[in-house]
């Protein structure tokens, strides 16, 4: 059967199918709101799908996003929404997906692709590696966080009661600060309006200093929960006084939940940092294009040339030998001059890893191939930016 799928981009009049799919094969159908969000999605993405003569059959949509790695904004492949008809599971449709999407990504100038695995190593096989560990925290009222700070410089809406000003402030420094942020998402206004159609009983507090917005939430009461959705803030007073926020609704709410960065160390400065604190692995990433994201990379100390193979089977256009000039400039080496144990061979998914700072060098080095000369390691390690990366957002 699997001689007569064809892959190929879906065209617009077969948008209804990609519904179907959709909905068959998640646990959650959409209606209204959801429904119109995912339909702007399929428009706005690269959606790949895999046809049985005239049927669609299996899809997986690429969406137009960014990423920013160590200060240097990507743009980014979303991968989301994959899916096949249970019939025509395991017969390599989702594999010729991935490949098809992988060479539409390097043809828009998306250099990077994050994903959230159903099977992290049905994912990492394609070339994505974990690079975030998020940490989900759950406390109880006995423990809710109270600081000095004081909060009379919170104003507050919703989704629903929006304040116009405000609301564009919280956009504009939410990008300011993922700008900041190894691993941050610049959001535009399709991405908010995609919020708010998917937790339309968002709530907002904005932490003003003394002049701008130094911080904000974005969160939803229900069920006697406190549930955080965003907390950005610049700077301890911002982030002590959205804490003390949140703290007083401690009488019409039971427990706080939310997520923050396992590297963090969330919690150690409040009076009582011993509450449920679970590590969640849930998100991937791939170089899609090495040379060209190598190009852009903000190298922190190149003291002297570096040189590195890529094994990419599945992108066959990375498994090069590129070598990385004291200036930063980046050239594709056709003759290997140069000794094994001076050049870095690694497969594309601990490569990428490394390079946006969740995998140490040490690290990496313990599942590469070959070992690597003392001088060769300490070159990488001044030469890469220090900082590990956070992603919260989810496609």
């Known amino acids: 059967m699997t001689n007569e799928i064809e892959v ?4 617009i009049t077969d948008d209804e199918q990609v519904h179907r799919l959709r909905d068959y094969s998640f646990p959650n159908k959409y209606n209204e709101e959801r429904r119109k969000d995912f339909h702007y999605w399929i428009r706005q993405s690269t959606t790949i799908g895999a046809y049985d003569r005239q049927q669609l059959i299996g899809q997986l949509l690429v969406l137009p996003l960014n990423m920013t790695v160590h200060g240097v904004n990507y ?4 991968i989301g929404f994959v899916a096949t008809y249970p019939e025509y599971r395991n017969q390599g449709i989702v594999k010729k997906l991935i490949i098809r999407s992988l060479e ?6 998306q250099y990077l692709s994050i994903l959230a695995p159903f099977s992290v190593s049905f994912y990492r096989h394609f070339g994505w590696e974990l690079f975030f560990d998020k940490l989900h925290y759950s406390i109880p009222k006995e423990s809710f966080p109270q600081f000095s700070k004081s909060t009379n410089r919170i104003i507050r809406f919703s989704f629903e009661w929006i304040k116009e000003k405000e609301f564009q402030e919280i956009q504009q420094f939410h990008n300011q600060q993922a700008l900041k942020t190894n691993g941050g998402m610049l959001r535009d206004v399709a991405w908010w309006r995609r919020l708010a159609r998917r937790e339309p009983d968002c709530h907002f507090a904005l932490y003003k200093g003394e002049d701008s917005v130094a911080g904000y939430i974005r969160y939803e009461i229900k069920d006697l929960t406190f549930s955080i959705k965003d907390f950005v803030a610049d700077g301890i007073d911002a982030e002590q006084a959205l804490w003390n926020f949140i703290s007083s609704h401690k009488a019409s709410v039971h427990a706080i939940e939310g ?6 160390h969330f919690g150690f400065h409040f009076d009582q940092p011993q509450f449920k604190k679970e590590i969640i692995q849930d998100v991937m990433v791939r170089i899609v294009d090495v040379y060209a994201f190598l190009k852009r990379y903000p190298w922190r100390n190149l003291e002297s040339s570096l040189y590195v193979t890529i094994q990419d089977p599945y992108a066959p256009w ?3 030998f590129f070598h990385i000039k004291k200036d930063g400039d980046v050239e594709i080496v056709q003759d290997r001059f140069i000794e094994r144990k001076r050049i870095l061979f690694l497969p ?5 890893s490394m390079m946006v700072g969740y995998l140490s060098v040490k690290d990496t080095l313990l599942y590469a191939e070959y070992s690597l000369e003392k001088e060769t390691v300490e070159n990488w390690q001044h030469a890469l930016p220090i900082g590990q990366p956070v ?3 989810y496609f």
């Open 8 to 11: 190929k981009l879906v065209p």
């Open 104 to 109: 539409e990504m390097r043809r828009k100038n």
């Open 259 to 264: 997520t923050a960065s396992a590297a963090s």
């Open 348 to 352: 594309i998914s601990l490569f990428s």
């Open 318 to 320: 990375n498994e090069l």
């Open 391 to 393: 992603f919260y957002e």
């Open 75 to 78: 743009e980014m492949g979303g």
